[in-house]
């Protein structure tokens, strides 16, 4: 039998980590007459397999619970494949958000500048979360929006703003806010209903980028330099426009790089 000390060098674990795991029920600990805890060579080989779970990416309780259940079953080989499973959305996950990244880089390096350029845009699906700035369509909408923001790697935070406010008296458009997604990946959409999914057609566009504060967004002075673009050549607007935000002011004070796709003809 061993002391905590003799415990702790012998499976590397601290002595804090080795009450954290007692107390979540992995070690079933002994104490002497003096109170001093003691452990026996098969809580190190229980303690090492418990190690072994969590670098499979199970939690502390999963691997408990797998520890003290029947060994030699059908159940754990279907643990280990359900996680595997899990493992891979992950990683896919993981891909997603460090193209997030090295785009969000490859904005503040460029500075903000206006750029433009002609491509071919995925078309998007997209939750409504507002008609303009009329929020009650969130409510109708609340399950498919939390389940559009579970997968914000994939999905962003956008804006869409109807052709027709450009032509509408005012200084300002009044943009729709929705949680969108690249048509290609409809396919993870298990469980949303689509009757709350629109659809953004895109194909040929003009991207746009610019820096603006959020109150110079809506002003259609600030789009000036799209549409003087798309006459100098010879492009029309042909549908409606998405924005998407970088969030690169993270208090919303200052100004923001914005990328905008227009489906032109």
């Given at each position: ?39 026996s060579p098969e ?83 997209y939750v409504s ?137």
């Amino acid at each position: 039998m061993y002391r905590i000390k003799e415990f702790a060098a012998m499976t590397g674990l601290p002595p804090s980590k080795i009450r954290f795991y007692e107390k979540h029920g992995l070690l079933a600990t002994r104490r002497e007459e003096n109170g001093y805890r003691v452990f026996s060579p098969e809580d190190a080989f229980r303690a090492n397999a418990f190690r072994v779970l969590l670098q499979y990416g199970f939690t502390v309780e999963q691997a408990v619970a797998m520890l003290d259940a029947e060994q030699g079953t059908e159940e754990f080989k279907r643990s280990l494949e359900d996680q595997q499973a899990k493992l891979r959305r992950e990683a896919d996950l993981l891909r997603y958000r460090l193209a997030k990244i090295d785009s969000a880089l490859a904005l503040i390096d460029g500075g903000g500048r206006a750029a433009f350029t002609l491509v071919d845009a995925p078309d998007q699906l997209y939750v409504s979360a507002s008609v303009g700035r009329d929020f009650g369509v969130s409510v109708e909408n609340e399950r498919e929006i939390a389940l559009f923001y579970d997968l914000l790697s994939i999905t962003s935070c956008a804006r869409i703003i109807a052709k027709r406010d450009f032509d509408a008296p005012g200084e300002t458009v009044d943009p729709s806010y929705v949680i969108a997604m690249p048509e290609s990946e409809e396919h993870r959409l298990e469980g949303v209903d689509r009757a709350h999914v629109g659809r953004l057609c895109l194909g040929k566009c003009v991207r746009f980028r610019r820096r603006v504060t959020r109150a110079e967004s809506v002003r259609k002075e600030t789009f000036a330099d799209l549409f003087a673009y798309l006459d100098d050549h010879g492009y029309a607007l042909r549908g409606d426009v998405i924005l998407f935000p970088s969030f690169l002011n993270l208090d919303g004070s200052g100004s923001d790089i914005e990328t905008l796709f227009a489906p032109v003809r």
